[in-house]
């Protein structure tokens, strides 16, 4: 059993940055691929961004130069920076470990761009 837990969200202005943390309570981590997805309300899931065990990452249209997803496998960590943020971008994100069929989700983290 794999526990995520995300942190670093929070209210934001437009244009203003974020960075989200997904810390897995498993050493296992690295060998796994991450991705981060959010959920605005009234809205489904969305994939947001992925990384894969050796850092190779690919993103939503959506979100494709402003947001950056990065890993630190000895810390078990996985990053989610978001710049030039916009209100659209409004949504709880979570952060999902898929060990192959299986999917473990964090709690999520609420992210609020307004001024």
């Known amino acids: 059993q794999v526990q995520l837990v995300e942190s670093g969200g929070g209210l934001v202005q437009p244009g203003g940055s974020l960075r989200l943390s997904c810390a897995a309570s498993?050493?296992?981590?690295?060998?796994?691929?991450v991705y981060w997805y959010r959920q605005a309300p009234g809205k489904q899931r969305e994939l947001v961004a992925g990384?894969?065990?050796?850092?190779?990452?690919n993103y939503a249209d959506s979100v494709k130069g402003r947001f950056t997803i990065s890993r630190a496998n000895a810390k078990n960590t996985v990053y989610l920076i978001m710049n030039s943020l916009k209100p659209e971008d409004t949504a709880v994100y979570y952060c999902?470990?898929?060990?192959?069929?299986?999917?473990?989700w964090g709690q999520g983290t609420q992210v609020t761009v307004s001024s």
């Open positions: 999902q470990l898929l060990r192959g069929l299986i999917e473990y």
């Open positions: 498993d050493s296992s981590f690295s060998i796994y691929p």
């Open positions: 990384i894969t065990t050796v850092g190779s990452s």
